[in-house]
C-alpha cells in the first residue's frame, strides 16, 4: 500500500490518510465480527483502502454518507471473500452471517443477463416508492451491485474491482437482484415494465 500512496499525488493521498485514519476503526470493527480473527480483519482493512486508492476519484466525488456506505459494502465483501478463500482452505471458522454457497462461489461466472432491465422500468411514483422498499429488503449482496450499477452509474468491471469480486459474480448477482425485485414487485412492476414493450 505504501508504494501505492506515494505514487498519488498530494490531495489524493492526503484524502486517502483522512479516510483512513476516520474510518479504519469502525472498518476493523466490521471485519473482525465476520472473520472472528484480527489478523484477517487488518488484511480486509488493507484491500478496502488499496480499492480506494485505485478509485480514489470515485470516492472524492461522492458525499460522506455515500463514502460511509461504500466503504462498509467493500469491506462486507472482502471480509466474506478473505472467509470463503479461508474455508475453502479448512482454517475458517464460522461466522454469524453466512450466505449460501451458489452466492458467494469463488469461480468464473458467466451469466448472459436476460432478466428485466430495472433501468427500463416506467418510474411513477408509486412504483418507485415501491422499488425502493423493494432494494432496501434485498440482501445486501444483492443490495450492493444494484446500488453501485444503477444509482452510482459504475460499469460491471469498476463494480467487480471495487467489491473484490469476478464481473461473472457481479453479472449474476445483478440477474438475481432484478428477478427478487420483480418478483417481489409483483403485477405492479411487472405491468409497468410490459407497458414499455420488452
Known amino acids: 500500500m505504501f508504494a501505492l500512496l ?21 472498518l476493523y470493527m ?11 480483519a487488518q488484511d480486509c482493512v488493507h484491500e478496502v483502502i488499496c480499492a480506494v486508492i485505485r478509485h480514489v476519484k470515485f470516492f472524492e466525488s461522492r458525499g460522506e454518507t455515500d463514502k460511509k456506505r461504500l466503504l462498509a459494502v467493500c469491506c462486507r465483501n ?11 482452505d479448512g482454517g475458517a471458522t464460522l461466522s454469524m452471517t453466512q450466505y449460501g454457497d451458489d452466492d458467494e462461489g469463488d ?11 430495472i433501468c ?9 416508492r415501491l422499488l425502493r422498499k423493494l432494494i432496501a429488503e ?12 444503477y444509482f452510482d ?38 405491468e409497468a415494465y410490459r407497458s414499455i414493450g420488452t
Not at 120 to 128: D, S
Not at 138 to 149: E, G, N, Q, S, T
Open 6 to 26: 506515494t505514487s498519488m499525488d498530494e490531495d489524493d493521498r492526503s484524502f486517502v490518510e483522512i479516510l483512513y485514519m476516520t474510518y479504519e476503526k469502525t
Open 30 to 40: 466490521m471485519a473482525e465480527s465476520i472473520l472472528r480473527n484480527r489478523y484477517d
Open 78 to 88: 472482502e471480509a466474506f471473500k478473505i472467509y470463503h478463500r479461508r474455508k475453502r
Open 107 to 117: 469461480g468464473q461466472y458467466d451469466i448472459e443477463d436476460t432478466s428485466a432491465d
Open 120 to 128: 427500463r422500468l416506467v418510474i411513477n411514483e408509486e412504483n418507485c
Open 138 to 149: 434485498l440482501k445486501p449482496i444483492y443490495r450492493d451491485v444494484i446500488m453501485l450499477r
Open 153 to 190: 452509474d459504475m460499469s460491471i468491471f469498476e463494480i467487480a474491482d471495487l467489491l473484490g469480486i469476478s464481473e461473472g459474480l457481479v453479472r449474476m448477482r445483478l440477474t438475481r437482484a432484478k428477478r427478487i425485485l420483480l418478483e417481489k414487485g409483483g403485477d405492479d412492476l411487472y
